[in-house]
């Protein structure tokens, strides 16, 4: 690769050395460096790239590419090359070093507070369905073809993300769907992509903090951006914060929800429990007329069909195929049925804070179960707070709470058990205690009665839990195969 060429996209001053040079490989981690290499000098949380500068010139860096504020050493070889912010020249660089393979894909990205990962997966489920040829990025995983590569970032650093486009064009793959974060959208890990389609599908005070948004203004502010970066926006248009997130916009706008004034409506709104599977139907109209049903519950999963519908249209599916896709799309960990038997429902959500498990339960309320079962324990090594407020929710909800172990890291299992009884004890809510996730699993089953919804909260798509600084195998669907052995019951899988 051409040095010239790969800076051609961003604005830049060559303090020292010379354009006309050849690059190996771009590297962004001090770690990685080699000879004729471009180093980008990225100030992270716990380290600054910029302090590896004379081990990049030592190991003969080909180029350096740094903030234009940093003082630089004489007399190098290295060509020196000074930006204004480096990650978004890395973003840049990143696609140039590619062959900016973003623009052989259709692009649909997806942010919000909730909703991105279930309509990721509810969108690839129908375009898929529909003959497409799907790639996916997100929280949970990539999935390039039949490779599925775990997920470190909801949105990874901008190189890594040009080389999974890039495997994606290789792999045939025409559209990509990606969830869009608001750390990613700050850190610009997604500048320089034109998407066909950005997304927008709720936002509350959420990722507020030292290492993340400084406040809910800030964090309004970097969902805003994908908004002027894509061809058409899609929009919740019953979020209230609506007007904020559309500010400066510079797409075509389309809406979604169920009031009045939007583009696309849901009306004629149900619920049903049939054998043990919960689940709503709808209608729609507007941009697009159809009855819809899912299997999956809840007014936030009309919320998220909705989304996937809107988004659906702009690919010519056909109605059979956007139902038949919704009735079969799971989302690992995100309100996972699992089907035991026809007299009681069985689930697995991530919903792991008060906000997220909160909305669950009422929404599991409005389904009028025998009983409502909340199993859940809390993350060591966290906010206390957070076990004092779940406690409280489950307490005030569930008819009945299990508390057992999540991920204790580095504190004892029966301390966090106990934080989490001091909430619930504000409540008059029944509770027990099993340490033990397995057999607090295995209790639910075997106690369950007909009508019952019983929800395991807090672990969904993870498959380890994290004991003293080491991750131990542990997935609740294996748990619950177990239980199920133990018991005599006959599992046929999700």
Do not use: W
Not at 116 to 141: C, D
Not at 391 to 420: C, H, Q, W, Y
């Amino acid at each position: 690769m051409k040095l010239k060429t790969l800076l051609k996209d961003i604005d830049h001053k060559i303090v020292s050395g010379r354009v006309e040079r050849e690059i190996t490989k771009v590297v962004y981690d001090s770690r990685k460096l080699e000879k004729d290499c471009l180093f980008i000098c990225i100030k992270g949380a716990n380290f600054d790239g910029h302090s590896a500068i004379p081990e990049a010139i030592e190991k003969e860096a080909g180029a350096i590419v740094l903030m234009d504020d940093t003082d630089v050493p004489a007399d190098s070889d290295t060509t020196l090359v000074k930006v204004s912010d480096t990650r978004l020249a890395m973003a840049y660089i990143s696609a140039a070093s590619y062959g900016y393979p973003s623009k052989k894909l259709r692009v649909i990205g997806v942010t919000g507070t909730k909703g991105k990962t279930t309509t990721t997966y509810l969108v690839k489920s129908i375009l898929e369905n529909a003959g497409y040829k799907v790639g996916l990025i997100g929280t949970i995983e990539t999935i390039i073809g039949k490779e599925h590569i775990h997920a470190l970032n909801t949105t990874p650093e901008s190189y890594v993300l040009q080389e999974y486009f890039d495997r994606m064009v290789k792999e045939g793959i025409e559209v990509v769907v990606m969830e869009v974060s608001s750390q990613a959208l700050m850190l610009k890990r997604t500048a320089g992509i034109e998407f066909e389609l950005g997304i927008f599908t709720n936002i509350e005070p959420d990722h507020i903090g030292p290492n993340e948004h400084k406040d809910f203004e800030d964090y309004l502010y970097c969902k805003s951006l994908l908004f002027k970066q894509c061809k058409v926006g899609i929009l919740n248009g019953d979020d209230e914060h609506l007007p904020d997130i559309l500010k400066d916009h510079t797409c075509r706008v389309e809406t979604y929800g169920m009031g009045e004034d939007v583009m696309l409506r849901a009306y004629n709104i149900g619920l049903f429990n049939k054998n043990g599977v919960l689940g709503v139907e709808f209608d729609t109209k507007g941009l697009f007329d159809m009855h819809a049903i899912s299997d999956t519950p809840g007014r936030f999963s009309v919320y998220n069909a909705l989304c996937a519908i809107a988004i659906c249209r702009h690919f010519d599916i056909s109605r059979e195929d956007i139902n038949a896709a919704l009735k079969n799309a799971r989302v690992k960990g995100r309100i996972e049925m699992v089907k035991i038997s026809d007299e009681y429902s069985l689930m697995i959500d991530y919903a792991h804070n008060a906000m997220a498990l909160e909305s669950l339960l009422s929404t599991l309320k409005e389904y009028s179960p025998g009983r409502l079962v909340c199993l859940f324990g809390c993350g060591g090594n966290r906010a206390k707070s957070r076990r004092y407020e779940m406690g409280e929710v489950s307490g005030k909800i569930a008819d009945l709470t299990v508390i057992t172990s999540d991920n204790p890291r580095f504190e004892e299992p029966m301390d966090i058990i106990a934080d989490i009884r001091t909430g619930i004890e504000k409540t008059d809510g029944k509770y027990v205690e099993i340490p033990d996730r397995k057999e607090a699993i295995k209790y639910v089953i075997e106690n369950a009665r007909k009508g019952d919804v019983i929800v395991l909260a807090g672990k969904g798509h993870e498959d380890y839990q994290e004991i003293k600084g080491v991750k131990y195998p542990m997935d609740e669907r294996t748990l619950i195969r177990e239980a199920c052995e133990e018991l005599s019951i006959e599992y046929s899988g999700i």
